[in-house]
């Protein structure tokens, strides 16, 4: 089955620069990855999805890349707020479908002013 | 638009009493309905998702069950709950693509 991997420890950056999440997988060649936002206590919210076939998504200071030959995702926020701290979470469909998505444990950024 | 509502946000049960927890969705039809749960530090963990009504997959043996009386209505129960089953339980539809829209969530306390 595919794994998928996020560092689970917190990033901690600096008001204003530019965040970087990774997430890994194996196992498998997914036809798209998504990208969630989680605060604590709620439920995660849908912000990106980028296909296989796409290297760049951008979306407001968001952007994600996907390397299909490293089996690697980046994630990253640009002049990064306060605000912008929450848990950010990695997904992937199963091959062939969509129903059983499987997260990543997830990446915790703190923002710091 | 579509909401999504999940209830109880919080309960504390005794070990071995019963649970439901309800989710419902308004605002579109036949959609895709999931129950996951996270368990302290630990990733989502995808439990039942159901495409459409009396249609449920099992994703992980448990003492769980889930059942799906009408088209936007999902259920997660047990019998006996079990300290295990202690979690931030989520519920989350989608329409038919791959974005899945999560409920607010139920924190469970199994004491």
């Known amino acids: 089955s595919q794994k998928i991997e996020q560092n689970s420890e917190a990033l901690n950056i600096q008001e204003g620069k530019t965040a970087t999440l990774t997430c890994n997988y194996t196992n498998y060649s997914p036809a798209y990855l998504q990208w969630y936002r989680q605060d604590p206590g709620r439920g995660p919210v849908f912000l990106l999805l980028i296909r296989e076939n796409e290297k760049e998504k951008r979306k407001e200071r968001l952007k994600v890349t996907f390397d299909t030959t490293l089996k690697q995702s980046l994630f990253h926020i640009t002049a990064s707020q306060p605000a912008d701290s929450a848990t950010y979470l990695c997904a992937l469909p199963p091959a062939g479908g969509y129903q059983k998505v499987t997260f990543g444990i997830g990446t915790k950024l703190q923002v710091i002013p | 638009s579509q909401t999504i509502h999940q209830w109880p946000a919080t309960l504390v049960q005794p070990v071995g009493s019963p649970l439901s927890l309800e989710c419902t969705v308004e605002g579109t039809s036949n959609p895709n309905l999931y129950w996951y749960r996270q368990a302290a530090g630990r990733g989502l963990q995808l439990l039942f998702y159901?495409?459409?009504?009396?249609?449920i997959s099992s994703e992980v043996p448990q003492n769980l069950s889930a059942s799906r009386p009408q088209d936007r209505q999902f259920i997660l129960s047990s019998k006996k709950l079990l300290l295990s089953d202690s979690g931030f339980y989520l519920c989350?539809?989608?329409?038919?693509?791959?974005?899945?829209?999560f409920g607010s969530g139920t924190q469970l306390s199994v004491l």
């Open positions: 989350a539809w989608t329409g038919g693509n791959e974005k899945l829209f």
């Open positions: 159901s495409v459409g009504i009396g249609q």
